[in-house]
C-alpha cells in the first residue's frame, strides 16, 4: 500500500472517531505519511500501519495461506472494534477479527482491510459461583488461572489451553467433555458483540436471541465477540488417567461405543497414531474426582477388550490434564516444527458409517502424511448434547471427531500443497458418507460448498448476515458470503 493511500485510510478512520483529538490524529497522519510514516488515529487501542506488524497479520499457525492487510488494529477497547468495523465500512473494506492466530487456514487474514487483534482485550473479570465474564482476547489458560482458586471450571475445554476465548466460541469448541456438556459454544451464557454495522449490542438465549444463535459457531460472519459469560461448573481437584491400547479399529469402536453409553468416564478420547509396524490404536480415558481416594480402576476398566497389560494408569492434578499439550508444544517450538505448515483437518463422522470411513483413509494415509509427533483423532460424543444451531452435524445419535492432526517435519511448499488437495479429498468422501465439517480445517471451501455445508441453517444463517453484517465487512477468511 503506497504512502498516499495510507495516508487516506488514516484521515478515514479519524474522521469516524469523531473528536478534536480524532482530527489532529488525522492531520498528523496524512502529513507523516507522505514522508513515508504514519502516525496513529486517537484510539484507545494501537493502529499500525508498519510493515512488520502487516507481515505479522499474514501468518497463522498454519503456515499455508499468507494475506497482507492494508493495516493492523491492536484493539484497546470494545469501542475500538466498533470504530474500525464502522470505518471499514463505509470505506468497502473487509475486516478480520484475530485471537491467538491458531487458524490453519488463513480464516483470520485478509489482504483488502483490517486485523484487527483482540489479543489485548484478555481480561477476566468477575467470578461467580456458576458463571465468569471474560474478555474475548483471553486465553482458556488465564480463564483456568481465575476460576480454579474459587474450585470452578468451565464444564468443556478444548485440548490446546492456549486459543482465544473468542475465537474458540465463533467455531464452536469441542472437548473431551463434550459428551456430556456439549460444546463450549453451548455453555455460553451472554455475549457481548460488536456488529458488522459497527453496533454493540449484548445477547442472549433471553434478548437479542437471534444474533446470539448467529455468533456461536457462526465463524465470524455477523459480529465480533468482545466479552463472554461462561458457565462455570464445580472443579475437581485431581484425574485418574487411564492409557489403554487396542489391536486394531474394530476393538477400539467396539469400546468406545461401549462408554459412550454408560458415562463410566468424565472424558475420553480416542487416536491412531502411526508407529514403525503400522497403526497403534489408543484410548485417552479420564475420570476425575478430589480428595484422597482414587476410583476403583478395576470398576472402571470392567468389560473393556484393550491389552490390559499395556495400560498406563496415571494420577494428575486437574489443571496438569487439562495442560497435557504444553510439553509438545514446547518441544514442536524447540525442534523448529511448530513454525511449519499444519495441515490440519478435522470432521464428525457418524457412527453408523465410522467404521468404513475410517478404514478406508488408514488404508490410504502414510505416516509422513501425520509426521513424527502427528495422529489420527476418532473420539466418540453423543450428538443431543450438542444444542447450538450452526454446528453441522450427521444424523447418528453417536459421532465421531474424526481428525487429521498434521505436523510435518518439512516446511516445503510442494508439501504443504499436497496434504491441502488430500484433505479436500478425504473431505468430500466423507461428505459422501453422511460426515461433516468441523470448519477449522486446511483446504478452501466455496460459497457452494458452504451453502451445501449449512443445508436447512442456511438460510436462516444468510439472513442473519444480511441483518447484522449488510455490507459483507466481517472475516472473508472463511468465504462465505
Known amino acids: 500500500m503506497n504512502s498516499s493511500r495510507r495516508a487516506i485510510l488514516i484521515a478515514g478512520l479519524a474522521a469516524t472517531a469523531g473528536s478534536d483529538r480524532a482530527g489532529k490524529a488525522a492531520a498528523e497522519g496524512a502529513s507523516v505519511a507522505q514522508s513515508g510514516k504514519e502516525a496513529a488515529p486517537a484510539m ?103 476460576t480454579l482458586p474459587h474450585g470452578l471450571t468451565p464444564p468443556v475445554l478444548t485440548d490446546y489451553l492456549e486459543l482465544s476465548v473468542g475465537g474458540t466460541l465463533a467455531v464452536g469448541g469441542i472437548g473431551g467433555t463434550t459428551s456430556r456438556h456439549g460444546m463450549q459454544s453451548d455453555n455460553v451464557l451472554e455475549l457481548d458483540v ?91 480415558a479420564v475420570c476425575y474426582f478430589s480428595g484422597d481416594s482414587p476410583p476403583d480402576d478395576n470398576a472402571l476398566l470392567a468389560g473393556l477388550s484393550d491389552d490390559r497389560s499395556a495400560a498406563k494408569p496415571s494420577t494428575l492434578s486437574y489443571f496438569d490434564y487439562l495442560d497435557r499439550l ?85 516446511d516445503a511448499v510442494a508439501e504443504a500443497d499436497r496434504l491441502v488437495r488430500a484433505n479436500r479429498a478425504i473431505y468430500e468422501r466423507v461428505r459422501a458418507a453422511g460426515g461433516t465439517l468441523y470448519p477449522v480445517s486446511a483446504f478452501p471451501m466455496s460459497r457452494d460448498d458452504w451453502c451445501r455445508h449449512f443445508g436447512p441453517a442456511w438460510i436462516r444463517f444468510r439472513d442473519a448476515k444480511q441483518t447484522f453484517d449488510p455490507g459483507h465487512v466481517l472475516t472473508p477468511g472463511y468465504e462465505v458470503f
Not at 74 to 82: R, Y
Not at 105 to 116: C, E, H, L, P, T
Not at 210 to 217: G, P
Not at 357 to 374: C, I, K, N, Q, Y
Request: hydrophobic share 40%; proline share 5%.
Open 326 to 410: 504444553a510439553a509438545l508444544e514446547q518441544l514442536l517450538r524447540s525442534n523448529g516444527q511448530w513454525f511449519h505448515p499444519h495441515p490440519w483437518l478435522t470432521t464428525f463422522v457418524g457412527d453408523s458409517n465410522v467404521e468404513s470411513v475410517v478404514g478406508g483413509e488408514l488404508g490410504r494415509l502414510a505416516p509422513v502424511d501425520l509426521g513424527t509427533f502427528g495422529q489420527v483423532v476418532l473420539s466418540a460424543f453423543r450428538r443431543p448434547a450438542v444444542t447450538s444451531p450452526l454446528p453441522r452435524l450427521p444424523a447418528d445419535d453417536l459421532l465421531y471427531a474424526f481428525n487429521l492432526v498434521r505436523l510435518p517435519t518439512t
Open 44 to 146: 484507545d487501542g494501537t493502529l499500525r500501519f508498519d510493515n512488520e506488524s502487516r507481515a505479522v497479520a499474514a501468518e497463522d499457525f498454519g503456515h499455508i495461506v499468507h494475506r497482507t492487510p492494508e493495516g493492523v488494529l491492536l484493539a484497546g477497547s470494545d469501542q475500538d472494534v466498533a470504530t474500525m468495523i464502522r470505518w471499514a465500512g463505509g470505506l468497502r473494506r473487509k475486516i478480520a477479527p484475530r485471537g491467538q492466530r491458531h487458524s490453519v487456514y488463513g480464516r483470520a487474514q485478509v489482504s483488502d482491510g483490517m486485523v484487527i487483534d483482540m489479543a489485548r482485550l484478555r481480561t477476566v473479570h468477575e467470578v461467580r459461583n456458576d458463571r465468569v465474564v471474560v474478555d474475548a482476547g483471553a486465553k482458556w489458560s488465564e480463564v483456568l488461572a481465575a
Open 194 to 284: 460488536v456488529t458488522g454495522r459497527g453496533e454493540k449490542m449484548t445477547c442472549s438465549p433471553l434478548g437479542n436471541a437471534t444474533l446470539y444463535d448467529a455468533v456461536r459457531a457462526g465463524l465470524g460472519q455477523v459480529g465480533v465477540i468482545t466479552r463472554a459469560t461462561l458457565k462455570l461448573v464445580p472443579a475437581p481437584e485431581k484425574a485418574r488417567r487411564y492409557m489403554l491400547i487396542y489391536p486394531d479399529l474394530r476393538t477400539l469402536l467396539t469400546d468406545q461405543r461401549l462408554l459412550a453409553a454408560e458415562n463410566r468416564f468424565d472424558a475420553v478420547q480416542g487416536a491412531i497414531v502411526p508407529t514403525a509396524t503400522g497403526w497403534t490404536f489408543k484410548l485417552d
